[in-house]
Structures are given as structure tokens and as C-alpha cells.
């Protein structure tokens, strides 16, 4: 991997800043794609177009920077490098090779914004640019509030006076309407505050984190706790490594009080919203725990994740079965299940949890549908993944400018690289699902699970004893079929054959949140709205964080990772929209 004692990274950060500097600040395009590799990639956050776009090699680098008509001399100018206590000039493994992680600041004459390069040598003595992101933090004069002095009218207003005061104003006159406190809305609402905006958030359910507590037991988030904190308000030291969902849900609670959000729970919208498109506004009726407030939003954001109702198959002979049918999104714990035979339909997390629940509370056979493959990690595997992005010794921000920065598309390409890899550091795993009689893939085209996270939000599971179970026989595993009828006592299958069940839990997934959305809107307001979710063909998100298609309606979707880095984002475009800079 070369010798790192004699790389300098901060002089080799120096020398390429130097050359990207002085080719970008003149305009020079042809310059500016000079400085990447062959197959180097190029992420812009918002500083060229209202939008995210990434761009591999150098001809689609030139190609979109002449074609957005932005970089022109003295677009890009004071381009720094940039350090902090975590951030610095660095080595990092590139293959066989050693590459430094480049760190700069720079302005354009709206905003001010970061930068994150990653160089390597070309083989010819020259560092280039394997990514470059460029990404705004702020809009000059109009930056992020950070805190308050906590001091208010000279001391002579009480801080219950000043918080009720201002939420009366967010609850009559709210120019954001965000749909759902999990914690996609609360970081999008949280953000919108400290942008200035009167964001309302509306939740379903009675309390803020039910959409958690009323999930199965013994649910706990498949990711490290640093990577699903949430922004401006880390975990306590004592902070669990895999999170259960009570006290997930019990901190998004915490966290929409003392972020000051208000949020109307018991609430949904009624009948659907007129949007009035010449002044830019929409006529929303919420009902809020039985009584009808119409509010006047500019902007509607739903922030109910990228999953929509959950789909359960239409199988014939369902009134025959004499039997239990729920979807996996019902279920609440094993123990009614003790003694019973039960199908689990699915192979993916939901199904595998649930599994493993009900032979934990003495369910007399549990038996797992697989129809094709699944893609498995294991949970020791996954959470050291994580950690070398999110250490536990670092600010959580520190991953997320190293996550961020680095092209989906460009991360796909380095996973497709290290397939074997990913089959041999799990092998132990995979060998005791395939003596059970479990079929693996290594994601749609040989990239892992990660990349699964933002291609389907599902199709995989991370295991933690699974595949134990599963060997043991104590989980069958019926594969390579897939449920055709009920019958009587159980269900047929496409092979033919047919199993006995006294309950049959589907752990089939959700409808895209597009779904949802076309019921509440009408098919009228949804017409120009695009594919939500999803990779496009640059490996950004589909119609998530950025322009829908409809100019009041936005979508927050993904993980806890994808909503605390791209809220800002996304509010930034609003206040782009208010301030008339972006005219979308």
C-alpha cells in the first residue's frame, strides 16, 4: 500500500488544493476536470444547481460544469484549506495504494460551503482527485441560527411566555407543513426552526415515537448509535450500541421538547389539499384529534419515511383459514404465539427478528418462506463497518462529512470491488444459512448490503443469531417458493405442496411512500411528481431532499443518516425558493 511514513498529507493537500483553486476560481473548466482522475467522481450539494448531482470522469465533469453556466471566473472564489480538532489533511487506504482526504472551504456570492476531496497518485507522480464533493452550508446573510442566549427582553420575559408565543405564531401562520415526527421530521422540522421557517409537524399517533413503540418487542436498530443520532442532540456516553426502539422512541420524544418543535400529534390531514400554485401556497385542513384547523403552508413535506402502507398479498381461499393472518408491521411480541405453528412469509430483517422472537417464546415451529435470495451481514460485521465511519471517539459530524462527500456511485464501484471479500469475512455465517436451506446474494449486482439501504430500504437482514437458529434447525427455512392460496389449515405453494399453520405473519414490506402520497394528494397534484426512493443513474436519491416535480410538495425519505445530513439541504432550497435565488 506505499509507505505512509513518506507521504506529507497536508503538502500533498496543499499542491492539489493549489491546482483545483486556481483552475476552479478562474473558470477554468478544462482546467477543473484536469485535476480528477480518469474515473474520478464529482458531487455538487447545491452550489451550481438547486439540486444534487454526481458526475464520474472528466468528460461529464466538463460537460455539467459548462452546461450549468456557473463557472465562470470569480464564481468560486476564497478556497481554503480547512481544519478543526477532528478535520484535517489525512491518509486513507485506496486500494493498494495510499490516498489523502482534502478538506477546504470556499464561497460563491450566495453562500458559503465545504469541501471534501479524496487524491491518490495517478502512477505518473501526479495526485489527482479520485472525488471532489463541493456542498453549501450557509446562504450569506441568511446562516443557521446556532444558539440563544436564554436571556430574553432585557430579562424580563419568561422563557414559557417567549415558547408559547412563538408557537402560537407556528400553529396559525406555519409556512412549513412537514407530515410525521419519526425521525426523519423531527431533524427536518428541527432545522427549519433554526432556519427561520414556522414549521408545524403533524403525527398520526397519540405521542411522538409511537411509530416505534408499537413495533415488535424486541426490535432494536440494526445500526451503531452513532449512526443514527440525531442533529444538534447527541447521545449521552451511556448510550446503547444497538438501540431498542422504546428507547429510540422515548428520545425522539424527548427530542421534539427540547428542540422546542411543535408538533400536533393524534393529527392527519383531512380530505385533500389545494394547492394554489400562483401564490404559492396550500389550503390544508389537519384534524387534530377531532377537531379541523385549515392552515395556508407554502411548502408540505412528508416525512413518513420512504415505506407506505404494508402490503400483504391478495392469496385466494383467505376465508377458508381457520387461522391468524397478520402483516409483520402488526406484530407485537411472541408470546401469544407460544405452542403455535407459524409461518413467517419473507426473509428479510422483519421477518428474521420475528423469527427468532417466536422460538424465543416457545412458538412450536417457525417456519420462513424465502422466494429468491436475501442478502445477509453479519451484526459484528456491519457494526464494524460503521464504526470506521462513525467512531465512537469522534463527533458524529466528522462521519457525516466522510459519508457525504463520498459519491454513492463512486461507493458502489469500491463494494463491487470487494465481493469475495464480503463472502469470506461472513463465511462462518453463510455457511450455517446455507445448511439450513437459505439461498444468499450479495446485493443486486455484488455490492453488499449498504448500498441496499438506499437501492430498495430493504432485501437484506443483519444477523444476530439468525443463522444460529437457523442451523440448528430450530428455524425452517422453506425456499425457493412462494405462498399461491389459503388453505384450510395452513397454505399452498407454487411447488405444490402445502403447510400446516395456526398463524401466518407476512413479513412482505410496505408500498412506496409515492402511494401514500397519490391517496392523500390526488392523482391531479401528484401528476409531475417522479419516482420517490431509490438510486437514479448517478446514485443520488430519487425525488428525496430535492424538487418532487411539484413545487409545494418535497419528500424527506431514507435512514437516520440520509435525513441528518440532507435536512439542511433540503431546508436550504426552501430558503433559496423565500429569498427568490432559486426560482425552481
Known sequence: MGSVPDIDPREIARNWLTAFSDAITAGDVAATAETFLSFGWFRDVLTFTWTFRSLEGPEKITSYLSGSGKLTPGYISSVKPYEDLWVRPAVFPAAKQTGVEV????????????????????GAGN???????????????????????????????????????????????????????????????????QMGFRALNIERTPRVGDIWRNRYPTLALHTTRRQHELLYQPYPTTWPQFTPKDKFADWLESYAKHQDLVVWTSSQIDGQPVYHGENRHWDVTINRDGTKTTVHPTHIIMATGALG?????????????????LHGHHYRGGPPYAGQRVIVVGAANTAIDICQDLWFHKAKSVTMIQRSSTCVIGGDTAAKNLQQVWN????????????????????????????????????????KLRKGGVKLNMG??????????????????????????????????????????????????TDGTELEADTIIFATGYTNIRETAKNIFGEEEMKNVGDVFGLDEEGELKGSFKPSGHSGLWFGTGDTITARTMSKPLVLQLKALELGLNTL
Not at 470556499?106 to 495517478?122: H, K, L, N
Not at 430498495?456 to 399461491?484: F, H, M, N, S
Request: proline residues 5%; aromatic residues 10%.
Open 103 to 122: 478538506p477546504f472551504s470556499y464561497e460563491t456570492p450566495i453562500a458559503v460551503g465545504r469541501g471534501f476531496a479524496r487524491v491518490v497518485d495517478d
Open 127 to 193: 495526485w489527482r482527485a479520485l472525488s471532489v464533493c463541493m456542498f453549501i452550508t450557509d446562504l450569506k446573510g441568511h446562516e443557521e441560527a446556532k444558539f440563544e442566549l436564554g436571556i430574553y427582553g432585557g430579562h424580563t420575559l419568561a422563557w414559557a411566555d417567549v415558547l408559547a408565543e412563538r408557537r402560537l405564531r407556528v400553529e396559525t401562520e406555519p409556512q412549513v407543513l412537514i407530515v410525521g415526527a419519526s425521525q426523519i421530521g423531527l431533524m427536518i422540522t428541527a432545522v427549519c426552526k
Open 309 to 325: 402502507e404494508p402490503y400483504l398479498p391478495t392469496l385466494q381461499g383467505r376465508a377458508d383459514f381457520k387461522g391468524t393472518v
Open 392 to 431: 465512537d471517539d469522534a463527533p458524529t459530524a466528522v462521519g457525516d462529512l466522510k459519508f457525504r462527500t463520498m459519491p454513492l456511485g463512486l461507493l458502489k464501484k469500491i463494494q463491487q470491488s470487494r465481493t469475495q471479500e464480503m463472502w469470506d469475512e461472513d463465511k462462518e455465517v453463510f455457511d
Open 444 to 493: 443486486p449486482s455484488g455490492e453488499g448490503q449498504l448500498l441496499m439501504v438506499w437501492q430498495r430500504c430493504g432485501g437484506y437482514w443483519v444477523d444476530k443469531g439468525g443463522a444460529d437458529l437457523i442451523e440448528a434447525g430450530e428455524i425452517t427455512v422453506k425456499q425457493g417458493i412462494e405462498p399461491v392460496a389459503f388453505t384450510e389449515g395452513g397454505l399452498k405453494f
